[in-house]
């Protein structure tokens, strides 16, 4: 049963230090990895979707990593500012197109 | 704004109650479905619905029953919950039918349901 864990669960930097956000996953047949972002009380943003296929994303100051072989993605945010204080969330999609959730890493950046 | 909409936001109701949750996407996609997020928990996928036929029943007990009545419309009815269903019920789409192996989910803002 395909696990997905979020280390560590919860930091705090201060705004312009750059954010690293890992993620793990057990079963390495997946067909891509995603990232969300989840302010509170609210839905789920998606921020990065990377095929299984390649080994990196990015869109803006966010880079996304993947790789399927030692099941890891890591999230770097560049030049952290405090409205990047959310809840990030990776999830993996496998077969039949479920997607698996990790339990989250919740980000504050102080000014 | 995501383009897909869940009402209530907030919902409190005691074990004997009957209520629905309502989703409406306004992006034209085909899949779309129901996830519970419960405090300190990973998302939980709890049913999914590609061109408007359930696909997917994640072994969700029968006191939580889905309706989707059109492309746009998904509902989730509920009636004789316990108060360990307390949760964010989130509702999303994807564009193509089930599965959706390389698409992006799209969330809507979630209902809080509190169960007394």
């Known amino acids: 049963k395909q696990e997905v864990t979020q280390i560590p669960a919860a930091l705090s930097v201060p705004e312009g230090e750059n954010l690293v956000l890992n993620c793990s996953f057990t079963?390495?047949?997946?067909?891509?990895l995603q990232w969300f972002r989840q302010d509170p009380g609210k839905g789920l943003t998606s921020l990065l979707l990377?095929?299984?296929?390649?080994r990196e994303q990015t869109s803006g100051r966010l880079n996304a990593s993947l790789d399927k072989s030692s099941g890891r993605s890591t999230l770097y945010i560049a030049a952290s500012q405090p409205g990047d204080s959310a809840t990030y969330l990776c999830a993996v999609m496998e077969s039949w197109g479920k997607l698996q959730f990790g339990a989250g890493t919740q980000v504050v950046v102080t000014p | 704004e995501t383009g897909v909409t869940q009402t209530p936001r907030h919902l409190v109701m005691g074990m004997t109650n009957k209520k629905s949750l309502k989703c409406e996407q306004h992006l034209g996609h085909n899949a779309m479905y129901w996830y519970k997020q419960s405090a300190k928990k990973p998302l939980e996928l709890m049913f999914v619905?590609?061109?408007?036929?359930?696909?997917e029943n994640n072994s969700v007990p029968s006191r939580f029953s889905p309706e989707c009545p059109n492309s746009s419309h998904l509902f989730l009815h509920l009636h004789t919950l316990q108060p360990e269903d307390s949760a964010l019920y989130l509702c999303a789409s994807s564009q193509g039918s089930y599965p959706a192996t390389n698409e992006k989910l799209f969330f809507g803002s979630g209902t809080q349901l509190s169960v007394l």
């Open positions: 079963d390495s047949a997946i067909y891509n």
């Open positions: 990377i095929q299984s296929s390649q």
């Open positions: 619905y590609s061109l408007e036929e359930r696909v």
